[in-house]
């Protein structure tokens, strides 16, 4: 009976774990007892631990009773593998992983990085951009072909991306913060501060905001690193006062500006007692933070301390704390003879002047003596003669049907007065002003314009020396002269304004003025006075634009100041024929170069042949196409040359001609210096071609 009972007890006791394990194979509790204990026993542990699992996502019975574990471990061997490969990248690229923000010791900081969230497009073009990095690294003399073709296709991608961000930014902005907008522009009408959340809302949509510097405090809340770049233009005339509450609200800040041109005219007048008083506590504040440091560092921190003064603009005052400092040296507004004066002697001829001129000097500078007369004038600093001429040429210039635009630029305001008077007196003042952009200014309110031509009026008369309380008396003594600076800083400005033409109005001899100005007035005169060498420009191959360019450098460079009494350029020179005569039955084919440059050294002449490669008529047929696919680069451009002009330039150079091949990947960036020192080189080592050719190699790479 006992027995009976056991078996039933057995039997249910089977029944029932057969219900709970529904996924086992069939099994007999007596005969499976053992390895049915040894089952629980592993059951319990998994219970034990399961709970730290499913706060992980993971439930261990699921994965035991479904016969998942090997598939879940293969999971894990995988994730220990990616994990291995961040910590070797950890390694390797500590600064990578720190700027992508993963932090090796917090797993989870990897899906929340930059480069979890990047979308595959990024990834995609980033690794094709780190590939392309890496084969010119591995290899310098790798063959380019194709990549620049890439990485347009690259720029372009870009491009379009961040349109597509932009316009997705305005679009939500529009149709999610309708009513923000509306408040917006009541606050910027009231002129009151926009509240931060608000101002989020503006830059997510609107990314770059353009803010007069003097209502920057009125509307953006005084909240550091709100904006990732300040970018300042004009620095020279933005005084370190005015630019603090921008450099505050900004993550990093880039300043443009000419401190050859007009600082700030309101802090230079400031009051020199306000101004003293209230910089001596900065001077106090600032000797109490460093009175503990060492005497020496003491010293020089003292001396920074006077860049905080407020009559300093913010562009002198970080060119001594930045990081990094350019300058833009390439020209385009006026010609070479327009912008000579200032390149000259403001810029120590470092500018590079790019537009060519294409007409008569007579056309871009003149020179109008009228008869002031005797009487008065009413107004103290004028001269009604000069006004009346410029009046009568502004209206001759609209009756023609002049396209361009005029301004009259003169030293007085009284002047600048009459002027205006007369133009609203003649009844078509709207008109004047309408069709030629009219504009009259002094040397004061000139900067930031420019027109096509401009009419200096400089009202002094013969008896009179009125000019030297604007103008400096001379330049080289600046530093000594009350108000130096800014009276050069005046006659900078001033002079670089015209596009196209300078007319100098005036009402006495060039000779008859004083000071710097007189200096002036004899610069632009020795113009006139000289050859002009718009023959030699228009003697340029019309169908090569380059042509004229390449001039254009020619007569920037310090070798053709240096020389231009004993130089002679003479364009499209019939080489050919020149040779013939020296050697009439040699076989010089028909020959024609760019330029030819003539240096006489006394009875001696030297001869310096300069071509310009366009490539487009200097390639042979196999290379047609691969000019054609863009894959002509700085690296083998060399290889495109046809044979039978290396020929002739060899045939050239053994008869003494020094030849200098010129083309846009050997110019770089500065051609005017490029030129220059390949000028002076092949002058100075006239006989060493091979020093020549290595000293080019050297260059290129």
């Not at 309408?434 to 008369?461: A, H, N, P, W």
């Not at 051609?671 to 092949?682: A, D, M």
Request: aromatic share 12%; hydrophobic share 35%; glycine share 6%.
């Amino acid at each position: 009976m006992d027995t009976c009972f056991v078996q039933k007890k057995i039997k249910a006791l089977q029944d029932k774990l057969s219900d709970r394990f529904l996924y086992c194979e069939p099994f007999n509790l007596k005969e499976d007892y053992e390895l049915i204990v040894k089952e629980l026993e592993f059951y319990k542990k998994i219970k034990s631990v399961n709970g730290k699992f499913m706060s992980l996502g993971c439930n261990c019975f699921n994965l035991v009773s479904g016969c998942k574990l090997e598939i879940f471990l293969e999971y894990v061997r995988k994730m220990k593998e990616i994990f291995d490969s961040f910590e070797l990248l950890g390694q390797k690229l500590p600064n990578t992983m720190k700027k992508l923000g993963i932090d090796l010791n917090d797993l989870s900081t990897i899906c929340k990085s930059k480069l979890y969230l990047s979308t595959q497009i990024d990834i995609d073009f980033l690794v094709i951009y780190l590939k392309f990095i890496e084969k010119i690294r591995e290899n310098e003399n790798c063959n380019l072909d194709g990549f620049l073709h890439d990485r347009k296709q690259l720029e372009n991608s870009l491009v379009l991306k961040v349109n597509g961000i932009l316009d997705e930014n305005v679009i939500n902005f529009r149709e999610n913060y309708k009513k923000y907008a509306e408040e917006l522009k009541n606050i910027i009408k009231q002129r009151k501060k926009i509240d931060k959340n608000l101002l989020e809302m503006l830059v997510g949509a609107f990314p770059c905001l353009m803010v007069n510097i003097r209502d920057l405090g009125e509307y953006i809340p005084l909240d550091a690193n709100i904006f990732d770049l300040v970018i300042i233009d004009e620095a020279s005339q933005v005084s370190l006062a005015q630019a603090f509450p921008a450099i505050i609200r900004g993550k990093k800040i880039v300043v443009l500006g000419d401190e050859k041109q007009f600082g700030n005219v309101k802090s230079h007048n400031a009051s020199i007692e306000v101004n003293d008083y209230l910089f001596n506590k900065v001077r106090a504040a600032f000797g109490e933070d460093i009175k503990y440091c060492e005497n020496d560092l003491k010293e020089i921190l003292l001396g920074k301390i006077e860049k905080f003064n407020v009559k300093n603009s913010i562009l002198s005052f970080i060119k001594n704390i930045a990081n990094y400092e350019c300058s833009f040296k390439k020209h385009f507004r006026g010609y070479m003879e327009i912008m000579g004066y200032s390149n000259k002697f403001f810029y120590k001829n470092k500018l590079e002047i790019m537009k060519i001129r294409g007409k008569s000097i007579g056309d871009v500078i003149e020179f109008i003596k009228v008869d002031p007369g005797a009487g008065n004038e009413g107004l103290k600093n004028s001269n009604r003669a000069e006004a009346e001429y410029i009046l009568g040429e502004i209206k001759r210039l609209k009756d023609s049907g002049f396209k361009g635009t005029v301004g009259v630029i003169t030293p007085f305001t009284d002047q600048q007065k009459l002027i205006y008077n007369m133009l609203f007196d003649s009844g078509d003042w709207r008109g004047l002003r309408d069709s030629l952009k009219l504009k009259v200014m002094t040397f004061d309110s000139c900067q930031g314009e420019e027109r096509d031509i401009i009419y200096y009026s400089l009202v002094e008369r013969p008896d009179e020396e009125t000019l030297k309380q604007i103008f400096p008396v001379d330049l080289n003594k600046i530093n000594i002269e009350e108000n130096g600076n800014l009276k050069a800083q005046r006659l900078n400005v001033g002079l670089s304004r015209a596009k196209e033409s300078v007319r100098f109005v005036i009402s006495k001899d060039v000779d008859s003025f004083k000071g710097e100005i007189g200096n002036v007035l004899k610069h632009f005169e020795k113009y006139l006075s000289t050859p002009d060498n718009f023959g030699t420009i228009a003697g340029t191959d019309l169908k090569s634009p380059m042509e004229k360019a390449v001039y254009n450098y020619i007569v920037q460079t310090e070798f053709y100041h240096n020389n231009k009494d004993r130089l002679e350029i003479i364009p499209r020179f019939d080489v050919w024929r020149y040779i013939k005569q020296l050697a009439p039955y040699i076989g010089v084919p028909y020959y024609r170069i760019d330029f030819l440059l003539k240096l006489k050294d006394g009875e001696k002449e030297d001869f310096i042949i300069i071509e310009y490669d366009g490539f487009e008529y200097f390639l042979t047929h196999d290379f047609f196409y691969y000019y054609e696919s863009n894959n002509v680069n700085e690296f083998k451009y060399e290889r495109s040359y046809v044979e039978n002009d290396i020929e002739l330039q060899k045939t050239l150079e053994m008869y003494g001609y020094k030849f200098i091949r010129v083309n846009k990947f050997n110019l770089g960036k500065n051609p005017v210096e490029k030129l220059n020192s390949r000028l002076e080189r092949v002058v100075k080592n006239p006989g060493d071609s091979i020093l020549n050719e290595v000293n080019e190699i050297y260059e290129k790479v």
